[in-house]
């Protein structure tokens, strides 16, 4: 039989356990690095994506962010897009301490060339690391010939393969009772709907993460568990809403931010909601 669930599940302080710390190991060189991907799809124009490397030698460290150029003359500067310091979800081990076989990488955004496009991607390492050259198979558009290309890219991180499908979680999202305007310095609080697309009754077996992000030309996240224990035995079709809560630093003033869900970052095809259903909510 099926749990009956009234009203609004509440929010709780919950995190996921934070990252071992280990003493840092000799730095990555690039002879040690084997490519495994480069990914990016367009963007408005621009490109975004990732490259993703694999340590083929001994446990090394990869604190920072790449110096990335091409194998062309024309200027490439510091994009305006702004990553996150850090991924908001722990990885399974330290940037500090790479085990063999373990993949990393960084995600690029990249705008503006002209001209014919590059062959390579030059991938430059943090404390002498050396180059790690990138096949750069195309480019993103030609918006403005008196401008230099700009490519924005994050600190390295930990990248995991794709979750089994056994981890997908059968859920459609969406959003309630939003607000469209908040205070820097105070808590966002809004509502969260699950609802049960599968064909058959679900019942969380462990409690899943979460990320809550505030975007604009950089991206703020919240990183919880779900309170997942009151919601019970969901049938198919049924909703579950729970009740969210998220810090607004006051770097966040002055402008209005779009608000993501992701439930469950680690597993198959995390669920969030559909595009264009993320409210915007103006921070003064």
């Not at 934070?18 to 495994?36: F, G, K, S, Y």
């Not at 403005?144 to 859920?171: E, G, K, N, Y």
């Not at 992000?213 to 198919?236: K, M, Q, W, Y």
Request: aromatic share 8%; glycine share 10%.
């Amino acid at each position: 039989m099926l749990a009956a669930v009234v009203g609004v599940i509440p929010w709780v302080p919950a995190a996921p356990p934070p990252t071992p710390h280990p003493p840092p190991a000799r730095p990555c060189r690039a002879a040690e690095l084997r490519i495994v991907s480069y990914e990016v799809q367009g963007a408005t124009g621009s490109l975004a994506g990732g490259v993703v490397l694999r340590n083929a030698g001994a446990p090394c460290s990869l604190v920072g962010r790449p110096q990335v150029t091409f194998d062309s003359p024309q200027i490439v500067t510091e994009g305006s897009f702004r990553w996150p310091d850090s991924d908001p979800v722990p990885p399974s081990f330290s940037m500090r301490a790479i085990p063999t076989g373990a993949r990393v990488g960084f995600d690029l955004w990249w705008s503006n060339w002209c001209g014919l496009p590059p062959a390579t991607m030059l991938v430059g390492l943090p404390h002498g690391g050396g180059v790690v050259r990138v096949e750069a198979g195309g480019a993103p558009r030609c918006d403005s010939t008196f401008d230099a290309s700009s490519i924005s890219v994050s600190t390295f991180r930990q990248m995991t393969p794709q979750a089994a499908l056994s981890t997908h979680l059968p859920f459609a999202i969406g959003f309630r009772q939003a607000p469209v305007a908040v205070r820097a310095g105070s808590v966002l609080r809004y509502e969260v709907t699950l609802r049960n697309t599968g064909a058959k009754p679900f019942r969380f077996g462990s409690c899943p993460a979460y990320v809550e992000s505030l975007v604009e030309t950089t991206i703020i996240d919240e990183l919880h568990v779900l309170n997942c224990r009151p919601a019970g035995a969901i049938a198919p079709g049924g909703t579950r809403v729970f009740a969210m809560q998220m810090r607004v630093p006051a770097r966040a003033a002055g402008r209005e931010w779009a608000l993501f869900f992701e439930l469950g970052p680690h597993t198959y095809e995390p669920d969030q909601a559909p595009p264009g259903a993320n409210p915007m909510v103006a921070v003064s």
